[in-house]
Structure formats: structure tokens, C-alpha cells
């Protein structure tokens, strides 16, 4: 049995005080899930501050590609790695689009990551105008393909995936658990050709508008270990109930 990992990406939100009531919300309450929030760069020592000797783990959203240098707005796996960062998103397709990252520099990222011991989170997605092409499998195969393609089946073994189809992200459209699962299904099955132990552990999450109520019915199917949640993450009763859903 995989345990539930429910991920809070907080995207661009928050404020010290809007951030300081919702932890002490998220960490009143137990959840039957391992939860983590993913926070903005400057919040990640508020959140190394008051999380500290809780079950709620933390994380960035993102991590460069490249080991330190004249990178002008980056921040380095080991300054992550510093402050005992435990996850780092990596190709949320709001990076894909709106930065330009390639499979390859996913790839990149995420082997950054584990050379500090911070998982990364790989997300991979597809559009809607390539699930209506019928090219979803093929796309997100695509995605995987270089992250397996360039980590050691150690390091896979240290990786969290997560499929966010991108026309259910922020858009209040979920996929049915069936088409989620039929994903997650054909993702897990490309893990397994590279090692199936890994691929039996790995834990592969969904996100794209969870919400409390239809966490549930997700997280039912057999491939679907949690959820990377967006919106519902940044209220802590909505983000508490989809841990415990
Ligand atoms: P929403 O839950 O707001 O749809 O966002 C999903 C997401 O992008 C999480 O990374």
C-alpha cells in the first residue's frame, strides 16, 4: 500500500499573515494523507519556521537546472538543500508555458533536486487541444520519457510524479477519476518498463481543480496516490478535508 501524499502548491499567493493563519490551520487538525505545502521562495524560512516539529512537510515550486553561477533570479537545489527544503515541483506546466521549459531542463531539475535530497515533483500534462487529438498518452509518455531517461533507477526511486492535465488546472474541470486513472495507469506502466519495484512505489498524484468534494472519488482509483492541489490548498479546511478525503 502506497500512503496518500497531498501537496499544497500555493502558486503566487500568499502574504506573512494570510500564510502564518493557514499553517496553523493545517497543522491544528491530523490528515490521514502525508501532507506538504509548496510555497513562493521568500516564504519557504517562514514555512522551515512554523512547520518545524510537525507532520506538515514544505517545499518550492521550483528549482534551476543549474548548480550556481550567473543565473540572475535563480535559486539553487543547495540553497533549497540548505534549509532542509523536502520537495521541489518541477515542470508545472505554468513553467512550460510561460518559461519555456523543456522536457530535458525538466529532467535537469529534477536530478538537481535528488543531488540535495529534495523530491522533486515531476508534473506532466496535457492540453486540451492534445487530448482532443487523441495524443494525451503520447504526450505525457513524451514527458516522462526524459526524466526516466535520464535518472538512475535510484533517483527514480526518490521521485514523486504528478499528472495536472492542463484544461483542468484553475478551470474548475476535473478529469473523471476514469480518464485520470487511465493516465496514471499508462504512466506507471512506462515506470515499470524501466523497474517495476520503483513503479510499484512511486507515488503518482493528480491535480486539476480537487476540491473536497470530488478528492474522494480520485483518490479511490488504484493509481492515483494523492493530489497536487492549487486553489483548494490555500484554504486550510478545503486543503485538511481533501487530506483526509
Ligand atoms: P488547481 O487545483 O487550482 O486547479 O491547480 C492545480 C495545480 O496546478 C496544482 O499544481
Known amino acids: 500500500m502506497r ?4 501537496i499544497g502548491n500555493w502558486k503566487m499567493h500568499g502574504s506573512l499573515a494570510a500564510n502564518a493563519a493557514l499553517l496553523e490551520g493545517i497543522k491544528a487538525a491530523p490528515a490521514r494523507a502525508k501532507l506538504a505545502v509548496c510555497a513562493p521562495f521568500p516564504y519557504l524560512a517562514q514555512c522551515q519556521t512554523l512547520l ?15 548548480a550556481r553561477g550567473a543565473f540572475t533570479g535563480e535559486v539553487a537545489a543547495s540553497m533549497l538543500g540548505e534549509f532542509g ?20 531542463v525538466v529532467a535537469a531539475k529534477a536530478l538537481r533536486a535528488l543531488e540535495f535530497d529534495i523530491v ?12 482532443e487529438a487523441g495524443q494525451t498518452e503520447a504526450v505525457v509518455g513524451r514527458q516522462l520519457q526524459a526524466v526516466l531517461d535520464a535518472l538512475s533507477i535510484e533517483q527514480l526511486g526518490r521521485i514523486v510524479l504528478a499528472y495536472e492535465p492542463v484544461w483542468a488546472i484553475g478551470t474548475g474541470k476535473t478529469a473523471t477519476s476514469a480518464q485520470a486513472q487511465e493516465v496514471h495507469a499508462a504512466l506507471r506502466a512506462r515506470v515499470t518498463a524501466k523497474d517495476a519495484g520503483v513503479a510499484a512505489r512511486m507515488a503518482i498524484l493528480y491535480g486539476g481543480s480537487v476540491k473536497p468534494d470530488n478528492a474522494a472519488e480520485l483518490f479511490s482509483m488504484s493509481d492515483i496516490d494523492g493530489g497536487l492541489i492549487g486553489g483548494a490548498s490555500l484554504k486550510a479546511d478545503d486543503f485538511l478535508a481533501i487530506g483526509n478525503a
Open 3 to 6: 500512503q496518500k501524499l497531498v
Open 52 to 66: 518545524s516539529g510537525s507532520q506538515v512537510a514544505w517545499g518550492a515550486q521550483d528549482v534551476s537546472s543549474e
Open 85 to 104: 527544503c523536502g520537495y521541489a515541483l518541477v515542470g508545472h506546466s505554468e513553467r512550460r508555458t510561460y518559461h519555456g521549459e523543456t522536457d530535458a
Open 120 to 131: 522533486p515533483v515531476v508534473c506532466v500534462g496535457e492540453t486540451l487541444a492534445e487530448r
